[in-house]
């Protein structure tokens, strides 16, 4: 009996052995067959074509500067007698500055006063002169001529006496002044440097697509660079309609300074972000040819298609297609190192 069960063993395993290595040559068959299509067919990534609304955002660095800046000159001669105002204090609009010494002119003024009060006199007996024919209307024209003659004379005197007295035109700070008590100064000389910093003004440059969204009035994010936990809003208050040499083009900013915290030279941040309508957007990675001659390929069939589109960068990772594509369209979107027009690929 145990003669039979040793050959029985020998005969199952043997079986069986069989059996495993009929499944194995099976199995590597399929295999091999499965790797020679999928060496034929290119293995790639794809992304179907849709539209998206999306929200274009930038930054643009700048200076800020003064709203108003005004060297104040003097209009009259003389010496001056008053200084109201020194560096770095504030003046109001209207606020005197500087007094010129205006004896000479008060004197000319009384002179002019009794004038006209003598020429108005005359006039009125020439008047009734004429009446009675006493006189000759040429006599009385040009008693009428003294008299508008002396109006004029005293109008000059007096715009002359009020030019001793030098105001400041806008508020603001006096950032320099270059008189004191006993200067001389003469017309045209300079009495101080006077800036307004409230509002303060951003001046930034933006290129070509940026400028094309920005309009006045548009409400803008604003950080001071020495101030960068305050954060500030500014309105849009002029773009230049030319661009300069670096094809840039100049946005101002007015920010509102009540505070006085924010100086003229100061570096600042102006953030700008516009909800955009829908289009249609793919991935950087899926462009061949880059920006200047832009194309795709599309998976159609079972094979990859190239196109060509009109793009433009919408950042580092998308563009904008405005051309070339339609809403359903497949894009390969990774494995394009390998391809060529018409191979065939197999989605991953």
């Known amino acids: 009996m145990k003669k039979l069960i040793a050959p029985i063993i020998i005969a199952v395993i043997a079986i069986w052995i069989g059996i495993s290595l009929v499944s194995n040559k099976k199995e590597m068959t399929a295999q091999a067959a499965s790797a020679m299509e999928v060496s034929r067919h290119i293995p790639v990534q794809t992304q179907t074509v849709t539209q998206e609304s999306y929200a274009l955002s930038f930054v643009s660095n700048?200076?800020?500067?003064?709203?108003?800046?005004?060297?104040?000159?003097?209009?009259?001669?003389?010496k001056v007698i008053k200084v109201f105002k020194?560096?770095?204090?504030?003046?109001?609009?209207?606020?005197?500055?500087?007094?010129?010494?205006?004896?000479?002119?008060?004197?000319?003024?009384?002179?002019?006063?009794?004038?006209?009060?003598?020429?108005?006199?005359?006039?009125?007996?020439?008047?009734?002169?004429?009446?009675?024919?006493?006189?000759?209307?040429?006599q009385l024209e040009e008693s009428q001529n003294a008299l508008e003659m002396i109006k004029a004379e005293l109008k000059t005197i007096r715009k002359r006496l009020s030019n001793t007295l030098i105001t400041a035109p806008i508020s603001g700070y006096i950032n320099e002044d270059y008189v004191e008590i006993g200067t001389l100064i003469n017309p045209g000389m300079p009495v101080a440097d006077l800036v307004s910093t409230d509002p303060m003004k951003l001046s930034i440059k933006v290129s070509e697509a940026e400028i094309v969204q920005i309009g006045l009035g548009d409400k803008v994010g604003i950080t001071v660079g020495a101030l960068p936990d305050e954060k500030m809003e500014g309105k849009v208050t002029f773009t230049s309609s030319k661009a300069d040499a670096s094809l840039?083009?100049?946005?101002?900013?007015?920010?509102?300074?009540?505070?006085?915290?924010?100086?003229?030279?100061?570096?600042?941040?102006?953030?700008?972000?516009?909800?955009?309508?829908?289009?249609?957007?793919?991935?950087r990675q899926a462009l061949i040819g880059g920006l200047r001659d832009p194309e795709v390929y599309l998976f159609q069939n079972g094979k990859a298609n190239k196109r060509k589109i009109t793009a433009r960068s919408m950042g580092q990772d998308k563009i904008a297609v405005m051309d070339g594509l339609n809403i359903g369209d497949k894009i390969i979107t990774s494995g394009l190192i390998n391809l060529r027009e018409g191979v065939e690929v197999i989605e991953l």
């Open 62 to 78: 700048g200076i800020f500067q003064a709203d108003k800046e005004l060297s104040i000159q003097s209009e009259a001669s003389g």
């Open 86 to 138: 020194k560096k770095g204090q504030f003046v109001t609009a209207g606020e005197p500055i500087v007094k010129l010494d205006d004896e000479m002119l008060q004197a000319e003024l009384s002179i002019s006063e009794i004038k006209l009060k003598q020429a108005e006199k005359d006039l009125a007996r020439y008047h009734n002169l004429s009446e009675t024919e006493a006189i000759t209307s040429k």
């Open 248 to 283: 840039h083009y100049i946005v101002e900013i007015d920010i509102q300074n009540a505070h006085k915290s924010i100086r003229p030279g100061m570096f600042g941040s102006a953030e700008f972000s516009y909800q955009m309508p829908e289009i249609i957007q793919i991935p």
